[in-house]
């Protein structure tokens, strides 16, 4: 009966301890090296980010809402709603999943931007350099090839 729980609370204290423990880890190696770039520093804080946001996508779609399932028929509740949502939140997570690394690593996210501009027509409105390109580079951007 309880062994869910267990089970349950045990999984969750292992992602936050050793999530913390990495956390510092990184932060003293990062902290103790001189030759880390800023670029570096700030795409290993980028990618702590989106992984500490990537841990509670499963915590929210998964672990809470099948531990309230549990839960409430074992205290002799009735649950006041349909149960059918933790199939959907169940459903949403290789979705959602993603979507962190998208939206917070600062690369992605500009090639996502300029994949949206892309896909509406519109062309982005700065005309700064792509960031994919080097700053002095005597490499065409787009390269036009006619068909005789």
């Not at 933790?86 to 500009?110: C, E, Q, S």
Request: hydrophobic residues 45%; charged residues 10%; proline residues 7%.
């Amino acid at each position: 009966m309880y062994t869910h729980y267990c089970f349950q609370i045990s999984s969750m204290f292992s992602v936050f301890y050793f999530g913390a423990r990495c956390y510092w880890e990184i932060r003293k190696k990062i902290s103790q090296s001189s030759t880390v770039s800023i670029t570096t520093k700030n795409l290993q804080s980028q990618l702590f980010h989106a992984l500490v946001v990537q841990t509670f996508i499963p915590l929210v779609l998964m672990y809470i809402p099948i531990g309230i399932l549990f839960f409430f028929p074992m205290a002799m509740w009735e649950l006041p709603f349909k149960t059918s949502f933790v199939g959907y939140t169940i459903a949403l997570y290789p979705a959602i999943d993603p979507l962190p690394n998208m939206l917070i690593i600062k690369y992605y996210r500009n090639a996502l931007i300029e994949w949206f501009y892309w896909c509406i027509g519109r062309a982005k409105t700065s005309h700064s350099p792509s960031m994919y390109s080097a700053p002095n580079s005597t490499v065409p951007r787009r390269i036009s090839v006619s068909v005789l």
